[in-house]
């Protein structure tokens, strides 16, 4: 935790302090009947009497300085007409859009955020955007230390959590399933134990599409039989069945979002995706389109071609961030005490590998080299969402994807940001 450092340094520096001041105004005490005779002792004394001053000054400065003494900051305060919202994983690339967005509007965010994947380059951006005090604060630490979240949430007075934090990645959570289990499960009852014993009443949880596993039957609504195949669903799927049963006697208003497959950056350029270079191996398909465009890996390599779809290639639901965020302000304005909601968040409409590639070629300009090969153990030939539901009762539908458009926002970012977010 980011404060953390600091605020132990400073009640360092306090003890130090109150220590040599005491230390030297008794010392002092002795000479104080005979100082008028003794023109030498009596400039010592003044001498004294100032270094007493001045410390005392000091101790004064440090003590205003000191967390206990510092005037309560905005963050720490329920405000009338204002919304502060925790958005947990904020540096990374789904959660500083939406804090993004969450500022635009007015809320108050705090970013807590262990930047394992995420980018500090992104909440610099934000801060740069709303420097205006009790804004956006970020707290560097890790959610899977109950300690440190439990002093964050008793310093700070949250209205809502929008809980993104996650390491995200099929193919990584198979290799390294404790690590999933223990970052999105563990770590999400942590969120929820310190939500419930400082009184935090909303919950927007992000979720995938990972937990319906290979649904027989197309589309998905938020009935389709929960089977994940992978730890990453799985563990997804825990973290709900966890926030389910602790809403069953809690007046927590929920909201658990199932997201498909996220596409798309700020269309103002101001943010993108950056994953760590070390994760591109696991990657999404759109990082590596445009790696293969800008060269950094020589092609694409498309997985099957026989499967049973117009094309032969599999078939995935794209949502624009842009979108998908807004489906996070509604959920959270339409959010009810002792309620909760479950939706898809997709557009109802699959699109192709091969289509995918296509608008990516379009939208780079570059024509990608494609490697066709044979089928991945593991893979679905189709998956995509019913939004019905989130249209209904949030009145949310897909706006700004566009398969092609929504590429052609991210490239423009990749192509200005060589380095992601770089060093910065
Ligand atoms: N990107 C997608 O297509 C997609 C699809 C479905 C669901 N989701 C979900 O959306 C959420 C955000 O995904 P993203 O794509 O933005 O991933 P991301 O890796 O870009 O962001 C995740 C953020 O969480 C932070 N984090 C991870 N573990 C943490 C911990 N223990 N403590 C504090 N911070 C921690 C990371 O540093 C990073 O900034 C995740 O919960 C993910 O499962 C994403």
Redesign the pocket.
Known sequence: MAVLPEQHFQVKMLNFARGRSQQRSTRSMPFAGVEHHDPKRKGGFVGKILMVATLAALCIIVLKQSPTFRTPSQFSKHEEGVTHVLV?????????HAALRLLRESYRVTI????????IGAVKVLQDLFPESGRLQFIY????DAKVVNEIFSENAFDAVM??????YVGESTMDPLKYYH??TS?TLVVLEAMAAHGVKTLIY?????TYGEPEKMPITEETPQVPINP?GKA?KMAEDIILDFSKNSDMAVMIL??????GSDPEGRLG?A?RPELREHG?ISGACFDAARGIIPGLKVKGTDYNTHDGTCIRDYIDVTDLVDAHVKALQKAKPRKVGIYNVGTGRGRSVKEFVEACKKATGVDIKVDYLPRRPGDYAEVFSNPTKIYRELNWTAQHTDLEESLKTAWRWQKAHRDGYGAS
């Not at 807590?112 to 980018?119: C, H, I, M, T, Y």
């Not at 630490?141 to 899977?144: I, T």
């Open positions: 947990t994983g904020g540096a990374g690339y789904i959660g500083s807590v955020d262990n930047l394992s994947r995420g980018n630490a890790d959610l899977g809980h993104f934090a996650a390491v995200a970052n999105i770590n992000s979720s995938t599409c990972a990453y997804k199932r997201y498909f497959n996220v596409i995706e994953p999404r």
